[in-house]
């Protein structure tokens, strides 16, 4: 039996393609759906169960990836580790990755993130307000690469972070769906580069050239010698600014300044435990049990991969009775599943509140950071606790010292945000917006900022040295090809 082909696939959106599942699937009633798009099978998934029967339970069939031409071919990046085929290359970089990214070096990446968030992030919010999107990049960016490479980094505008956002924009772009003819029609990577309207191809091997650069240049600029740097090489692991681990602190402050009652509470329970006259540190985090279920609510409320990696069934395969064959592309769509009203009623509502009981955290409620915002199976996100890490300490310093309101008018009044948020190239985020941030009333932020101020680069002295707790953090964001198969936007194509 196969499960019913649905619509004309063509139709389907470039942009927000998990809402449009999300719909779809109400409007059939299912949770999952069978689409075919030139030739190309593709089930949706849109439920927990479901998806953790075939993802988790049936992980041998369904841990590959499909491949995207324009990334894999034209750019020749078959290494990006979130992409590559289940098998033994795979197997190698993700042992090495948990082997450093273990919670036993937890400790270390602490005291590196604590270094950054205060010198790299709060110390530019009091200087230079203004910036606030720029310096959670360079927060990102520098603490990846201070860990990684050992290297110090400028406390704003480093220029090796701005070349990686560059470089990993542009694999970022290869990956997305329906940017290029590539990814629709495989066979177009044939065609020569002299061609007209190959100029793909062009921009394939200058993508390729700075992703290659990026790699080399802070080991070749006075990166530890270390010899398991040596071995990441080999493996060819990339350190990079996570584009999607930079989105959920901007997230927050975003949530922040919508929503006022929100921001007092948490503001409230960070004074109470914190007091006026210190900074926030790890030893806190335990006690803030408000700040803890608005940081899940937000990994609910907006996932920033709404739809995952997605997956490719290596066997044929039966389930519930369907026949599911070898080679379709399984796409579990986060987003419909923390927003199943079964589970999280209102889903569209901002609630920290529904993870919380007489100011408890229940046990009772699907968590996303444990069950989905992070994926399932043998792929599963292998750095989910160091962005844990860095947005809980990240949120509780900020909203110790600062307010964050909405900008001003020119009457002078606040111009309300409105809770806009769009995926394109895969991650969900909030488009641009202003924010003023100021010091927190009562506070003697300059007092407690103080030493940490200054123009010195941050991530001095030695890094996270290898075989102690070396991080790596390496590109989620190009995980954006979906089903690039079936998504027509004839304009925006080159
Ligand atoms: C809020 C931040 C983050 C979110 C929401 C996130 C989410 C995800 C998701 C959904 C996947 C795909 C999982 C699947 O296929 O089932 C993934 C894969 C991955 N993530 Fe993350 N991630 C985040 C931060 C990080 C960080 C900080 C690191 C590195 C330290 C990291 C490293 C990786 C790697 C290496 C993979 C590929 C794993 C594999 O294919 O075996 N992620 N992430």
């Not at 470039?14 to 299912?30: C, P």
């Not at 948990?98 to 919010?125: C, D, M, W, Y």
Request: with cysteine; glycine share 8%.
């Amino acid at each position: 039996m196969r499960w019913p082909i649905i619509g004309n696939t063509l139709m389907i959106p470039l942009i927000n393609v998990a809402q449009f599942y999300k719909d779809l699937g109400k409007k059939l009633g299912s949770k999952i759906m069978y689409l075919e798009a030139l030739g190309q099978s593709i089930l949706v998934i849109n439920d927990i169960m479901i998806t953790q029967d075939l993802l988790k339970k049936q992980s041998t069939t369904y841990s590959n990836h499909p491949d995207i031409p324009m990334l894999a071919d034209v750019v020749g990046h078959r290494t990006f580790f979130a992409f590559m085929p289940y098998g033994n290359e795979w197997r190698a970089h993700r042992r090495l990755f948990t082997q450093h990214f273990s919670e036993k070096n937890l400790p270390r990446i602490e005291q590196k993130s604590l270094e950054f968030v205060r010198k790299g992030l709060l110390a530019n919010f009091l200087e230079y307000p203004e910036d606030f999107y720029h310096h959670i990049r360079n927060w990102i960016g520098g603490l990846s690469t201070s860990m990684t490479y050992g290297l110090p980094v400028q406390r704003r505008n480093d220029p090796l972070i701005h070349f990686a956002e560059h470089a990993l924009g542009g694999s970022a772009a290869a990956a997305s769906p329906g940017r290029f003819w590539v990814n629709v029609i495989p066979w177009l990577k044939y065609v020569p580069d002299w061609m007209p309207g190959a100029g793909f191809k062009r921009l394939g091997k200058s993508i390729r050239k700075e992703l290659v650069q990026l790699r080399e240049e802070p080991l070749s600029s006075g990166a530890s010698d270390d010899s398991e740097i040596t071995a990441m090489r080999q493996y060819r692991l990339y350190r990079r600014a996570l584009r999607n681990f930079v989105i959920n602190p901007t997230l927050i402050l975003k949530i922040a300044m919508l929503n006022k009652p929100l921001s007092k509470s948490l503001e409230k329970e960070i004074d109470s435990v914190v007091g006026p006259d210190r900074l926030p540190d790890f030893s806190d985090i335990p006690h803030l049990k408000y700040l803890y279920a608005a940081i899940k609510e937000s990994l609910r409320w907006n996932p920033v991969l709404p739809t995952s990696v997605p997956r490719l069934a290596s066997e044929d395969d039966e389930y519930m009775g369907y026949f599911i064959p070898k080679g379709t592309v399984v796409m579990s769509n986060i987003y419909a599943i923390l927003h199943d009203e079964e589970n999280f009623p209102d889903p569209g509502k901002f609630d920290p509140e529904r993870f919380l009981k007489d100011g408890i955290l229940r046990d009772d409620v699907i968590d996303p950071e444990s069950v989905a915002t992070f994926g399932f199976g043998r792929r599963i996100c292998p750095g989910s606790h160091i962005a844990l890490v860095n947005l809980y300490i990240a949120a509780a310093s900020i909203l110790h010292l600062f307010d964050l309101l909405p900008p001003l008018g020119a009457d002078g009044r606040p111009i309300e945000p409105k809770a806009i948020f769009s995926s394109d190239s895969g991650g969900f985020e909030p488009p641009k917006f202003d924010c003023r941030i100021i010091p927190r009333k009562g506070k003697d932020v300059h007092a407690l900022l103080k030493e940490y101020m200054g123009t010195e680069p941050v991530g001095l002295g030695r890094g996270l040295r290898v075989g102690d707790d070396f991080v790596v953090f390496v590109s989620t964001s190009a995980i954006s090809s979906k089903i690039s198969y079936q998504m027509m936007n004839l304009d925006s194509r080159q």
